[in-house]
């Protein structure tokens, strides 16, 4: 294991993670005996963990333990508590919740929740999980997973949300929101510098400034830069991979020229300028004896492909990976109150961005498969809704929605030492218009009633480029050169209802059921690399149904609070994105069918645990049980009677059996500082990332442990980090080749960052 090179932490690194692990554990011992000098003063992290949060899950504000719906939400005290810098920090510690990076573009939300996800990076797939920003829906979900700085909040809602969310968000949704100005002047100023276990350094630097300018105006600036010089190490070029140059600017105002109403306008930009994805190659299941050796009809190609193991890689891509994103997103806010109880939101959003790709596909230390992405994709929304509470027992929210998306890929397969070229991609846009309403009607202060219905039109207009019939012929799509050879236009429209039922037993107890349906979209495959296009083409296919059953209950009670909920989902039609052998020179076509039907079943708890006043406990545990009841495609490309045996027996993608996670987190005063200590544990199975069952997701044990010190003025933050510390070895997705003939039967497995430290600097001017 590499030792660090430069940095705080010189030949120190490898006793950094027994240090720190060390030190915390005999904080926790001392937690007890040192109670009554801590009652002095305030326990910053450890109530912050304890409050609970405003959440906007029905599209209002209330308290997470009102909200008749499984979700895990974290405040901005939490977040900061927590130290969360990216989206992944929280991966691992919410029950059946995967927020993993994956894909050959780097940045790609591909999440997957209750054992739904994708496992492509296709941007014409619609996701199973949406992500909202602002309460602007995200139609692409790449450019998503880079730093997050100063949020509001973060809200993870887990099971169908179609009624209020609409399509695409069978498996739930992240909402993301951002921080408005305060009444206040308040700046903050901020800077970190990490070591990688491979020796990397990394470097962030953030500025804030907000507050009001007059009685009516306020407004706020964020400003943001990553400088990482990679944390992993091609062993074939011996250059670091994963690079990234960051730039984000966030401003924000918000206008009140009458105590009614509320304007909210917010502008992001977003420069990235780094490497692609550093991925290894793995010989596929059961491995791979020697050349057109078979594994059920899986062979591997001419040569054995290269097995990676730990964290060594090395591809053989002429220059690093190279990946540059221009992203601008603009979303304007209206709330106006009208009345005594009623509230009239119009939430219009624009985003638009564009991509440059460069990636080793084939993950191996030869010139097999290199790929080149250019991609635009422009969109805009507006939402208008109603809420409004009638006498005080009747809540309702009804609104309209509109959505258009416009999409353009190119992409450029360089095969065989750019022997053998490929060109393609497509036009592609969505329209979508839905119209729902949502009430809660109490019958009395125990029980409540809940019925919610969407009624949603969608059109998809598909031109495209298949990557097959332009070999050696260069071409550009986005450039207007590249032929199309197939054109094509559907359209869809669901009905998504849901119905639920709240017992309060008291304050502190609550307990519901509901039944929801939610449907994903149906559409194109932009990146046809089939010839045959009958059997094997861009489509279309069509849309997929689940309907969910939970049950579930919230607690609280001095000190903490504990959730559970026990759920069922059949799904319908469910979409499937599988590699089929065929006559094209690359051997073999990525195709998106729908293949059947399947069931899953599973148990969810999670709880904050106070301890003692000094000593916060955060813990929870998912389980999920998944099969196919009914095969109509042959998924893994056997051949023969539909559904066959093999069909029948194969496990769903993405959905791990078991998941938990263990936290602790602890205040001490020391003099005019604060500290803050805390170390996570989380834990998730093995589980196959694609649907023939090749691939395969290994088991992963994560810990993270910190040190944060606060001066008692509120000015200083110094926090001492470690993240990985056990330099767990652990890849977001793995696209097996073993179908395509000179592939070599390896795999793309795109690795996770390895072990990191850090130390992080924060002032706060108020």
């Known amino acids: 294991m590499e030792v660090f090179k430069t940095g705080v932490f010189d030949e120190a690194r490898p006793t950094v993670a027994v240090v720190l692990t060390a030190l915390l554990f005999s904080l926790v011992v001392y937690a007890v005996p040192t109670q009554a000098q801590e009652d002095q003063r305030p326990q910053r992290a450890t109530s912050a963990l304890i409050e609970e949060v405003v959440v906007t899950a029905r599209k209002r504000d209330e308290q997470q333990q009102d909200v008749p719906i499984a979700i895990t939400a974290f405040n901005s005290d939490q977040l900061e508590a927590l130290k969360v810098r990216e989206l992944e920090d929280i991966s691992f510690t919410m029950p059946n919740v995967s927020l993993d990076d994956v894909g050959t573009t780097r940045g790609v939300a591909n999440f997957s929740m209750r054992g739904l996800g994708i496992n492509a990076s296709i941007l014409s797939v619609d996701p199973t999980v949406g992500v909202f920003v602002d309460g602007v829906y995200m139609g692409v979900n790449t450019g998503i997973l880079f730093d997050i700085p100063d949020l509001e909040s973060i809200e993870v809602l887990r099971g169908p949300q179609g009624v209020l969310f609409g399509r695409n968000v069978v498996g739930g949704a992240v909402l993301i929101n951002t921080k408005k100005p305060g009444d206040e002047f308040q700046a903050r100023f901020r800077t970190a510098y990490e070591n990688s276990d491979e020796g990397g350094t990394n470097m962030y630097y953030s500025a804030r400034v907000s507050g009001p300018i007059t009685d009516q105006l306020a407004a706020g600036l964020t400003v943001y830069f990553n400088d990482d010089d990679g944390s992993h190490t091609n062993s074939f070029t011996g250059n670091k991979v994963n690079t990234l140059e960051q730039l984000m600017i966030r401003p924000v105002v918000v206008w009140n020229p009458t105590e009614d109403l509320e304007f909210v306008a917010r502008y992001e930009y977003l420069d990235t300028d780094g490497d692609g994805t550093a991925a290894q190659s793995h010989l596929p299941s059961g491995g791979c004896a020697s050349p057109g050796w078979t594994i059920t009809n899986k062979v591997c190609g001419p040569g054995v492909p290269v097995d990676h193991d730990d964290d060594d890689f090395s591809l053989s891509i002429d220059e690093e990976g190279k990946q540059t994103l221009e992203k601008h997103r603009f979303s304007l806010e209206a709330n106006w109150t009208v009345g005594e109880n009623g509230t009239i939101t119009n939430i219009f959003g624009w985003r638009d961005q564009e991509i440059f790709n460069r990636a080793d596909i084939d993950a191996q230390p030869v010139w097999l498969f290199h790929a080149e992405e250019w991609s635009e994709a422009e969109q805009i929304s507006n939402e208008l809704r109603y809420n409004v509470l009638i006498d005080n027992r009747i809540n309702l929210t009804t609104g309209i929605f509109y959505f258009d998306n416009e999409i353009l890929l190119h992409e450029r397969r360089r095969l065989l030492g750019n022997a053998l070229t490929q060109d393609g991609g497509g036009d592609y846009e969505v329209e979508s218009l839905g119209v729902f309403a949502s009430v809660d009607y109490d019958f009395n202060e125990q029980w409540s ?51 639920g039922l709240t017992y309060r037993m008291n304050d502190r107890v609550m307990m519901y059921g509901h039944w929801s349906v939610g449907h994903r979209s149906g559409g194109y495959n932009l990146r046809n690399t089939a010839a045959d296009t009958v059997n094997n083409g861009p489509g279309p296919y069509d849309e997929e149904r689940f309907d969910s059953f939970e049950v579930g209950f919230k607690t609280e009670f001095d000190g903490g609070r504990v959730n ?28 998106i069918k729908n293949a059947g039907d399947t069931e899953t079943w599973g148990l969810e708890l999670d709880g904050v645990f106070s301890l003692t006043e000094s000593l916060v406990l955060t813990a929870n545990v998912g389980y999920i049980d998944t099969e196919y009841t009914d095969v109509s495609f042959d998924i893994n490309g056997v051949g023969g009677e539909i559904p066959n045996s093999v069909d029948e027996g194969l496990e769903i993608a993405r959905a791990p059996e078991w998941s938990y996670s263990f936290g602790l987190v602890h205040d001490l005063q020391l003099g005019d500082w604060s500290m803050v200590s805390r170390i996570t544990y989380s834990h998730r199975d093995e589980a196959f990332f694609d649907d023939d069952n090749e691939g395969i997701l290994p088991e992963q044990d994560i810990i993270n442990v910190g040190i944060d010190f606060y001066s008692n003025d509120g000015k200083w933050e110094i926090g001492i980090y470690g993240k990985n510390v056990t330099n767990e070895v652990y890849w977001g997705g793995e696209t097996t080749w073993s179908t395509l003939s000179f592939f070599g039967g390896g795999t793309f497995a795109p690795l996770a960052k390895p072990a990191r430290y850090g130390v992080e600097l924060t002032y706060n001017l108020f």
């Open 564 to 591: 559970g909920a026990v759920f069922f989902t059949e799904g319908e039609d469910v979409q499937r994105v599988v590699l089929r052998n065929d006559p094209n020179p690359t051997g073999g076509a990525q195709v």
């Open 449 to 499: 009633f809940s019925a919610g219905l969407r009624y949603t039109e969608e059109e998809k207009e598909a031109d495209v480029a298949s990557l097959s019939l332009n070999q050696n012929s260069p071409c550009r799509v986005d450039v207007g050169t590249c032929d199309f050879d197939f054109t094509s236009e559907d359209e869809w429209d669901s009905i998504s209802p849901k119905v």
